[in-house]
Each structure stands twice: as C-alpha cells, then as structure tokens.
C-alpha cells in the first residue's frame, strides 16, 4: 500500500504551525498514493533503484543532461546531485564513466529527446512505475538548485508527455519533493551544529559524559577572560577569550542537553 505522499504531506503541513494545512497536505499526498498505485497495477513490486538496467540508466543521465543545459548553464548543484545519484544507483566503476559519458551527450545541441523517451516508454510498458521513478529522479537533480527555470520546465514537461504522465502527477511528485527537502534542512543543520559543538571541545561523537566534562572545565579554565583582566590586559584579547568561552559553553550547554549530562 502507497502511503508516503499521505505522510510527508501531513508533516509538511505540520511543520507549518497550521493545523489545517496539514488536513491540506493529507488530501494531496493520499492523491498522490492513489495516483502511483494505479500506475503500479496489480502484483508489481516497488522498484529497486539499485537494480536500474543499463538503458535506462543512460537515458536517465542522457535526458538529466539535456534538462541542466535547457536552461544555458549546468550548475555545480546539478552535478553534485547526478554524482550522489550515481552513487545511490550502487553503479559500478565502469557505469559511472558511461553515467557520465551519458550526462555529456544529453547536454548536446543535436540531442534526441524524444527518442530517447519513447525507448524508455517502450522498455516500461510492463512496469509503468519505472516512468514515474524517471521522472521522479531527473527532479530530484533538477530541484538540487532551487527553482526550474521556464525552460527547463518546458523540456521536463516534454519528457512526462512522452512517458504518458500528467500535469497533476507532475505537481504532486514536485510537491513531495520539495517537502522531503524542506524537511532536510533543518535536520542537516541540527547535525551540522552538533558536529561543530564536539569539535569546539575537542571531543568525538564517541567520547564519554565524563570526557565532555572534562574537557569543558578544561578549555573554560585555559581561555576564561578573568585570566587577561587588569590594567594592562589589551582590550581585543579580552573581547576574544569572552567569545570563546561563549562558544564554549554553548557547545557544552548543547551536548548536555541532548546526553542528559549531568
């Protein structure tokens, strides 16, 4: 049973602070569940993105190529997002060079497009929810940067039509896709501080409570401004020993509250 749209649209509206929005957000994933299964059909599996054959693999590429260029220019963003797709596809060496090779072809002038597409079609006539899953990654990538630009948006409409998918599936995989990364956000931030917080007290993720602790009186004792106090202390100095130990102490202040440090 699909369910995730239904999920990730309820906590979208969530994470608004409106109730309502997340009755909103609830009606348009349950469409968006109704939407994939149907093009499932009965007894087929979930897709295996570690399992992609290789033409689809490199029209997959080919066709993301041609998406980045749409617009005059491949931002570092896309690249980035193709690589770590690369990645997730479990591809082997030589399949990423061809990924690559793929990608480069894609972003030609002369690039067939709707070839390419009708081949995909053709190779999922019996698994409609690869199409989905097609279409699904190539805005995974197209998204990495923020907004589609006109262009693009027109060839990446080019593609759905040849795949047979609509404007209402359309928004609702872009919709998902952009709640999933509104999501990441803040989760990515709130790791990013909780690494920061053990480098400033020169500890691992792996260190102990009583390490923690330790090494906090430690580094609060060796750069306390009280030490630089007097008539002859520089000013500067002193203002930087006050905001280490700021850092300091918030950094520890964090840790003992997510370790229940005591």
Excluded at 106 to 120: C, N, R, S, T, Y
Aim: net charge positive; hydrophobic share 45%.
């Amino acid at each position: 049973m699909a369910y995730w749209g239904k999920v990730t649209g309820a906590v979208a509206g969530l994470a608004t602070g409106q109730p309502w929005l997340a009755l909103v957000g609830l009606v348009l994933g349950h469409q968006f569940d109704q939407g994939y299964a149907s093009r499932r059909g009965p007894g087929d599996g979930a897709v295996r993105i570690d399992r992609l054959p290789p033409r689809f693999v490199s029209a997959l590429f080919a066709t993301m190529g041609h998406l980045a260029k749409s617009d005059g220019c491949v931002t570092e963003a896309e690249i980035r997002a193709a690589r770590i797709l690369m990645h997730r596809l479990a591809l082997a060496p030589a399949r990423v060079r061809s990924a690559i090779g793929s990608f480069e072809d894609g972003k030609k002038p002369d690039f067939a497009l709707e070839a390419h597409i009708a081949a995909v079609r053709q190779d999922c006539a019996k698994q409609p929810e690869r199409r989905v899953l097609f279409v699904r990654l190539l805005l995974e990538v197209s998204l990495s940067k923020g907004a589609l630009e006109r262009r693009e948006r027109a060839a990446l409409w080019r593609v759905c039509s040849g795949l047979g998918i609509g404007r209402v599936e359309l928004a609702q995989l872009e919709a998902i896709l952009r709640a999933q990364k509104s999501f990441r956000r803040p989760l990515d931030a709130d790791a990013e501080r909780v690494r920061r917080a053990y480098a400033v007290l020169g500890v691992t993720q792996s260190a102990s409570n009583d390490d923690i602790k330790t090494a906090y009186r430690r580094l609060m004792n060796r750069n306390h401004p009280d030490k630089l106090s007097g008539g002859d202390a520089n000013l500067a100095a002193v203002a930087a020993a006050q905001k280490r130990t700021r850092e300091i102490r918030g950094a520890y202040d964090m840790l003992r509250a997510r370790r229940s440090i005591r």
